[in-house]
């Protein structure tokens, strides 16, 4: 089976730094993808990683590691605006290019 | 602008009812996607369509029915076999692979369906 297991709840502070882990079992790999999502809203993209390493995209980062299935995605400079969930999906590598998703960590940044 | 639009918004209906909900998309993608969201869950997927006239099931496809006779959309409908249908309902799309690194998925805004 696929399974993606992310923490279900977050708290940080306005400022702070905060990391959301991702650890991944499917049947395959082709990139992983990190959304967020605006309660009510629908998922925005914000990082993609297929390689093993780290993507910086400004107060957004997101590093892979194939070998151990693992991901994260690095917030900095928190702002009350980044209270969101956080979801982590895993292309699979059929011509489906369907993505398996996690439940989403629910992100609380307080002032 | 291009983006994918999801119609109504918010959706009542009877139990043992049909509904469509509507999906329709400006970005000449030519895969498109539905699926579920329960309440502190993640999206589970319902059916896709790589191409047009051609759509395969997700993993949860039972009670759910689609078509795609043009490109630009991608209705979805939610029969009365659906056994809990109360969700919240995201359609996406993407381009080919071959297009474009990463090939993410671009989402609608939703349908919230509830069912009395």
């Known amino acids: 089976g696929q399974n993606i297991d992310q923490p279900t709840e977050m708290t940080a502070t306005e400022g702070a730094i905060v990391q959301i882990n991702c650890t991944y079992q499917t049947s395959g790999f082709n990139g992983l993808f990190w959304y967020q999502q605006h309660a009510g809203e629908a998922p925005t993209f914000l990082s993609y990683?297929?390689?093993?390493g780290l993507e910086e995209k400004g107060r957004f980062s997101s590093f892979l590691s194939r070998s151990k299935g693992y991901s994260y995605l690095l917030l900095k400079e928190l702002q009350m605006k980044d209270s969101a969930s956080y979801l982590c999906a895993v292309r699979l590598p059929d011509s489906s290019y369907k993505l398996i998703f996690g439940s989403g960590t629910r992100l609380l940044v307080r002032p | 602008d291009g983006g994918i639009t999801q119609s109504p918004k918010y959706l009542f209906r009877k139990e043992g009812q049909n509904v469509t909900l509507s999906c329709e998309q400006n970005?000449?993608?030519?895969?498109m996607y539905w699926y579920r969201q329960d309440p502190g869950q993640g999206l589970r997927l319902i059916y896709y369509?790589?191409?047009?006239?051609?759509?395969q099931k997700g993993d949860i496809a039972e009670g759910y029915s689609v078509s795609r006779e043009k490109k630009e959309s991608f209705p979805l409908t939610v029969t009365s076999a659906q056994k809990n249908p109360t969700a919240f309902y995201l359609c996406?799309?993407?381009?080919?692979?071959?297009?474009?690194?990463?090939?993410?998925?671009?989402f609608g805004p939703g349908t919230r369906l509830t069912v009395l």
């Open positions: 369509s790589q191409i047009v006239n051609d759509f």
């Open positions: 990683n297929v390689l093993d």
């Open positions: 996406a799309s993407s381009t080919p692979s071959w297009d474009r690194v990463g090939n993410e998925q671009f």
């Open positions: 970005l000449n993608h030519d895969a």
